[in-house]
């Protein structure tokens, strides 16, 4: 590791569940990142503000002036852009040793196993359910634990899914068997932007968990954050063994 790299990342390094050789399997980490939206853009940047050496970002979308509330990669010099190139510039001018692979693209079925090839993990921070289960679908194939956030009005959740893991593991399909009847975008209902901070950087919190080892990642657990009453709790996900994407 060069001393450019031990002075940026000098906090990680101190904590007993990191240390060099957590920051070291960060810098080899492969992470792919679906959704450059109000969940992507911050767990982008606290990855790779982590040292996380590459980031494969898959969005279609160009910025406009209503994503800034909450999407805050972006800045209003961005605006019409597509939004992963914005996203590797920003990231960038954090860390140039970081390694950007950007996608103009809508991930779903049909691309997904080779945007996934060769990653560690995928975080989801898309916004439909279509797109959530063939993500959902692609992790499984390729083996590789998937970090989960929703968000809504003033609550979101995340939650790590990994049924390769074993029998104690559930997956997307587990939790949401089916299309919500009544599912609605942010569009439509608003949203507070900070929630979207919040979660983004729990899912970011779970792929650095999951690639030094430390701690316990959200497998088989689901934690919900209250915007309102602030508070914060964690409840039990068994596998379904009825699952269509994971059970027998």
Known sequence: MRKTDIDRHARHILLKEIGGPGQARLGAAKVVIIGAGGLGTPAALYLAAAGVGTLRI????????DNLQRQVLFRTADIDRPKVDAARDALQALDPAVSIETHAMRA????LPALLERADLVLDGC????????????????????????VGRWDGQV??????????????????PDIPPDAESCAVTGIVGAITGIVGTLMALEAIKLITGAGEPLIGRVQIVDGLSG??????????P???ACGE
């Open 159 to 176: 939650a790590t899914f990994a049924p390769h893991l074993g029998a104690h593991a559930p997956c997307y399909r587990c939790l949401v």
């Open 108 to 111: 779903d079925a049909s691309n």
């Open 58 to 65: 898959i969005d279609p979308d160009t910025v406009s002036l």
């Open 127 to 150: 916004d439909d359910f279509a797109t959530r289960f063939a993500v959902n679908d692609a992790a499984i194939a390729a083996r590789i634990p998937l970090a989960s956030g929703a």
């Open 231 to 240: 508070a914060l709790r964690t409840v039990k996900l068994a596998r379904d």
């Open 242 to 244: 009825a699952c269509e």
